[in-house]
């Protein structure tokens, strides 16, 4: 065969490709027979190996915690929203269809908003409840999904304001103060 | 409207419990495979001139399996150590293009033309095997077991029955095959691009 010269890139890359295969078919006796000819030792090789492997399933671990609990961050702030909604429309008190009429919106949007923290608001749809509510600028939009980062401040007032709601038919004076605070404070906050 | 979408492709590659579930289970002799593995890449593509060692690219080529957003997902079918060979020969790669290894960009790896895999489908198969022949200067029977295994996808059974060979003549060939490899691994390496 002619003897055409490679570049060493084009030799490491061929010769790459199928060490692992090979590797992979070895007995554990020639494994530890291979380690020792390299001047290593097979424990070792065993620590190293399972200590990249914990690390990196550890690393994720954390990484899927973070975002588990920024998932249950944001469905708080959604059920917030749905029960704010409510509040605000008892507070009128209007059933659901009403406020659609009133509002010009889709009066399934307002259930979903209401009983579903997966439901994703239209942007048209909050704009319209501000309107109709007559809220401060981008209250119900900082609890809509729009908002993609609030500050830990912010979370736990939402928090706190879940933790004390209840649904009822009509809002006590409680209740109303509690809803009134609320939206000055989704006014102020940025 | 924002339920989590079942995964379009749950048939063709396995899911993150089961890719924890084999990581959880491997044995000794699995975890020595992946570090020999590990060293070859390592220390072929001169990667001890980056900070860390051998174990880093380990490490690497697991979390990059691991992440659901970094998809470099395991093959059904695959073994989990060819499936981490190949992900580890991808970001070695990478990281001696980008001469660190940080793996910004990595995500291009696991398209289909990368770097290597274009410099294996430019050299057509009959260089493939001079360079392959090249390499086991003058060993006939290793190049005609490799080039079984490799180019024309045989198993054992049927590499043995081609070149009518027993059991214990085919391990004997795949052990000197072995040997050369980490010889090669250890040979001065050259800077040539």
């Known amino acids: 065969m002619p003897n055409k010269k490679y570049s060493e890139k084009q030799k490491e890359i061929v010769i790459s490709s199928f060490v692992g295969e090979f590797i992979t078919d070895a007995s554990d006796e020639e494994l530890d027979e291979l380690i020792q000819l390299q001047g290593g ?44 909604l409510t509040m605000l429309r008892r507070k009128e008190q209007i059933s659901e269809e009403e406020l659609a009429e009133r509002a010009r919106v889709d009066v399934a949007e307002i259930r979903k ?49 879940a933790a004390k709601m209840k649904t009822i038919d009509n809002l006590t004076s409680e209740e109303m103060e509690l809803l009134n605070n609320f939206i000055h404070f989704l006014s102020k906050n940025e | ?17 089961e890719v924890r579930k084999a990581l959880n289970n491997l044995t000794d002799v699995e975890y020595k495979k992946l570090m020999i593995i590990a060293e070859f890449y390592w220390t072929r593509r001169n990667l001890q001139a980056l900070w860390g060692d051998a174990e880093d690219l380990l490490h690497e080529a697991v979390l990059s399996t691991l992440r659901s957003d970094k998809p470099k997902r395991w093959r059904r079918g695959v073994s989990i150590i060819k499936h981490l060979d190949q992900a580890m020969r991808n970001i070695s790669g990478h990281w001696v293009r980008k001469g660190c290894n940080e793996t910004e960009g990595i995500e291009k790896l696991y398209e289909e033309k990368t770097e290597e895999n274009l410099v294996v489908a430019q050299l057509v198969a009959k260089e493939t095997l001079e360079i392959i022949k090249n390499f086991f200067n003058g060993d006939e029977i290793a190049f005609q077991v490799l080039e079984c295994r490799r180019l024309k996808g045989m198993v054992e059974s049927e590499v043995r029955q081609e070149l009518g060979i027993g059991h214990t003549e085919y391990e004997t060939i795949c052990k000197r095959i072995r040997r050369k490899l980490l010889k090669f691994k250890n040979q001065e390496v050259s800077n040539a691009k």
């Open chain 2, 1 to 17: 409207m924002n339920k989590i979408h079942d995964d379009p492709d749950a048939e063709k590659y396995a899911s993150m419990i």
């Open chain 1, 41 to 84: 030792d097979p424990l070792a090789y065993i620590e190293k190996s399972k200590r990249a492997i914990t690390g990196a399933l550890e690393q994720v671990s954390k990484e899927n915690k973070h975002a588990i609990e920024e998932n249950d961050d944001c469905k708080t702030i959604q059920l917030v929203l749905g029960k704010l």
């Open chain 1, 113 to 161: 908003i209401e009983y579903d923290i997966d439901y994703l608001a239209s942007p048209r749809t909050i704009i319209q409840l501000e309107k109709y509510f007559k809220l401060p600028d981008k209250v119900l939009a900082k609890l809509s999904g729009a908002f993609v980062k609030h500050t830990y401040a912010f979370q736990q007032e939402v928090t706190r304001f």
